[in-house]
């Protein structure tokens, strides 16, 4: 029998929020089977055990594998048709954005490719999100920018244990660049943003892990002086400064991730 969570498809811990709030035995048979799926164990074009299958492997009943069906649809996963049964759509389908299958994919054999997706992602908008922040940005907004900058480097003297210091310092980061984010104005911008924050943060953590850093933050002082250089023309007013600083930024994460990869493999 598949080992299941009986946990939410949505919502769990420090997962990621699912669009669609599924708990119980119907959200961990839809998280089992989504999991299974994103990392290969059936392959585009490939027929998903039957309905009774399912049903006697997962010890559930015939409603549920259908609910679990008609929502991986929904997903874009796999497509269910009478006499055919159920088959696994091409990655073109999936709804990549969707904050479970980011989730599931987190999980899975394809989160590197996931992590370099979402670089590409940030190369692509936060040089201009920071541009359009230091540009125009409000002075409400600008000032929650300086406090997340002081609280980002606040982390750098407290005196809490060194993987609590370390912890403490991705979730200012994130906050530093979520800051940038609402000072644009942009609903879609923040909601792209709360979608992918998880595997930032893993993404963070593998940066650190390229440089040495696994419980504290040595090794972090370079990463630190570049989001400086941001902050610096940001405070200063200079817009094309900062979008420059925040590109080069971004690039060199690039590089970092790279190298935590090769690591880890």
Same mark, same amino acid.
């Given at each position: @029998?598949?080992?299941?969570?009986?946990?939410?498809? !949505?919502?769990?811990?420090?997962?990621?929020?699912?669009?669609?709030?599924?708990?119980?035995?119907?959200? !961990?048979?839809?998280?089992?089977?989504?999991?299974?799926?994103?990392? !290969?164990?059936?392959?585009?074009?490939?027929?998903?055990?039957?309905?009774?299958?399912?049903?006697?492997?997962?010890?559930?009943?015939?409603?549920?594998?259908?609910?679990? @069906?008609?929502?991986?649809?929904?997903?874009?996963?796999?497509?269910?048709?009478?006499?055919?049964?159920?088959?696994?759509?091409p990655r073109a389908n999936w709804r990549l954005l969707d904050p479970d299958l980011i989730q599931?994919?987190?999980? /899975?054999?394809?989160?590197?490719?996931?992590?370099?997706?979402?670089?590409?992602?940030?190369?692509?908008?936060?040089?201009?999100?920071?541009?359009?922040?230091?540009?125009?940005?409000?002075?409400?907004?600008?000032?929650?920018? *300086?406090?997340?900058?002081?609280?980002?480097?606040?982390?750098?003297?407290?005196?809490?244990?060194?993987?609590?210091q370390r912890d403490h310092f991705i979730t200012h980061d994130l906050e530093f660049h979520r800051?940038?984010?609402?000072?644009?104005?942009?609903?879609?911008?923040?909601?792209?943003?709360?979608?992918?924050?998880? /595997?930032?943060?893993?993404?963070?953590? &593998?940066?650190?892990?390229?440089?040495?850093?696994?419980?504290?933050?040595?090794?972090?002082?370079?990463?630190?002086?570049? *989001?400086?250089?941001?902050?610096?023309?940001?405070?200063? &007013?200079?817009?094309?400064?900062?979008?420059?600083?925040?590109?080069?930024?971004?690039?060199?994460?690039?590089?970092?991730?790279?190298? !935590?990869?090769?690591?880890?493999?």
């Open positions: @029998m598949s080992v299941i969570t009986r946990q939410s498809g !949505g919502t769990r811990g420090n997962s990621l929020g699912g669009l669609m709030q599924v708990r119980g035995i119907l959200g !961990g048979i839809v998280a089992d089977l989504g999991r299974r799926v994103v990392a !290969g164990e059936w392959k585009s074009g490939e027929t998903l055990p039957t309905e009774a299958e399912l049903m006697a492997e997962l010890e559930v009943g015939r409603s549920v594998v259908r609910e679990a @069906m008609r929502i991986l649809n929904a997903k874009g996963l796999v497509r269910s048709r009478q006499m055919e049964g159920t088959t696994v759509m599931w994919r987190i999980e /899975a054999a394809d989160r590197k490719t996931l992590l370099k997706d979402l670089l590409q992602v940030r190369l692509a908008l936060e040089p201009g999100v920071v541009w359009i922040a230091t540009a125009t940005g409000s002075d409400e907004a600008k000032a929650r920018i *300086h406090a997340a900058w002081k609280a980002k480097t606040d982390v750098l003297t407290e005196s809490s244990s060194p993987q609590e800051a940038f984010l609402a000072a644009v104005g942009s609903e879609i911008l923040e909601q792209l943003f709360s979608v992918i924050e998880a /595997a930032l943060s893993l993404m963070i953590d &593998g940066q650190m892990q390229a440089r040495g850093s696994t419980t504290t933050l040595v090794g972090m002082e370079e990463t630190n002086q570049l *989001h400086q250089d941001v902050y610096d023309a940001f405070a200063a &007013g200079d817009a094309d400064k900062a979008e420059q600083a925040m590109r080069y930024l971004i690039q060199r994460a690039i590089i970092d991730a790279n190298e !935590g990869f090769a690591l880890s493999e």
